[in-house]
Nanobody, 115 residues
Framework: QVQLVESGGGLVQPGGSLRLSCTAS????????MGWYRQAPGKERELVSE???????RFLDSVKERFTISRDGTKRTVTLQMNSLKPEDTAVYYC?????????WGQGTQVTVSP
């Protein structure tokens, strides 16, 4: 069973930065995609950013120009760098990966953007 362990998150003021990391229990190049979703209270879970096995990235429109995603195969880690954070970025962020139709999730980490 694939395990995804997240780190990072916390409380930050508007305009601040945070870095989320997700470490997998196996080679990240086994995954078709790896990335981050988020879910705010009362809202559906949405894709924030992901990177596929070929290195192609996707971003939610509202985070483009502010967030970047990167990976380190030797550390089996994908990192989401979040800059210029806004209150509307407040949510629980979940690491996600998939191998074809098999989906794997981390436990979630809270990100709160507040003065």
């Amino acid at each position: 069973q694939v395990q995804l362990v997240e780190s990072g998150g916390g409380l930050v003021q508007p305009g601040g930065s945070l870095r989320l990391s997700c470490t997998a229990s196996e080679n990240i190049f086994n995954f078709n995609t790896m990335g981050w979703y988020r879910q705010a209270p009362g809202k559906e879970r949405e894709l924030v950013s992901e990177i596929n096995v070929g290195g192609r990235t996707r971003f939610l429109d509202s985070v483009k120009e502010r967030f970047t995603i990167s990976r380190d195969g030797t550390k089996r880690t994908v990192t989401l760098q979040m800059n210029s954070l806004k209150p509307e970025d407040t949510a629980v962020y979940y690491c996600h990966s998939n191998i074809l139709s098999r989906h794997f999730w981390g436990q979630g980490t809270q990100v709160t953007v507040s003065p």
